[in-house]
Structure formats: C-alpha cells, structure tokens
C-alpha cells in the first residue's frame, strides 16, 4: 500500500515541479501593452456625439419666446445667470472661475469666435 502511495506520489511531485518552473518563466517575460491615445473635442464634432450637456438656441427660439436681449437669451439656459449693467457677466452654476486667470471653465462661443475671459462676457456687444 505504501509503495503505491509512493508511485503516486512521485509524479505528482514532478508535476508541481514543472508547474513551479512554468510560473517563474511567464513571471520574467514582459508584456508590452498597446497605447492609449487621448483625443480632445473638436469645433466641428455631431452635437450627438459630445459628451457634454449643449444647449443650443437659435433665431427661431428667440422670435417664438420674444426674448429681446442677450441677457434674456442667456436666462434661458438651464443653470446660467446673466448680469447685465458694468461688470457684465456670467455666471454658471457649480462652476467658479479660475482664481488665478479669471478663466470661465465653460467656453461660449458667439458666431465662431470663443470667449474664454469672464470680463469679455460684454453683454452688450452681443444684441
């Protein structure tokens, strides 16, 4: 009985043994994983296919709601205050401006050109 324990045993052992030796092997290979590549949004990307929240108002939204200047307009967009008088501005909810550069961190464009200053926020320039 003990002798068929031990004929056993032996290649059993040498199975452990040549696992062992497999496992050291694929721990000293290197793998070499793809690249990642990062891309930014661009101007002329689907509105379908941005993953921000876009709010878009155009001639005939402004006629049907008789919205009469850029403040008005601005109003209408969800979480946004416009301020008019010296100073004008916007505000975005949740969303301060660099303490640093006095940045907005949200660009709005007007006719292709962006406004990235919250003092060049000029309201008036914009009816």
Known sequence: MKAQRLILAVPAFGLLLCAVSAMAKEDNEIEVLEDIIVTANKIKEGIQKVPQSITV??????????????????NQIPNTL??????????????????????NPVVMYVDGVPIVDRWEYNLSLIN
Do not use: C, H, K
């Open 57 to 74: 108002i155009d001639e005939n939204d402004i006629e049907e709601e008789g919205l009469g200047s850029a403040i008005e307009v601005l």
């Open 82 to 103: 416009g301020t008019p008088g010296y100073g004008s501005g916007i505000n975005f909810r949740g969303l301060n401006p660099s303490i640093f550069s006095n940045n």
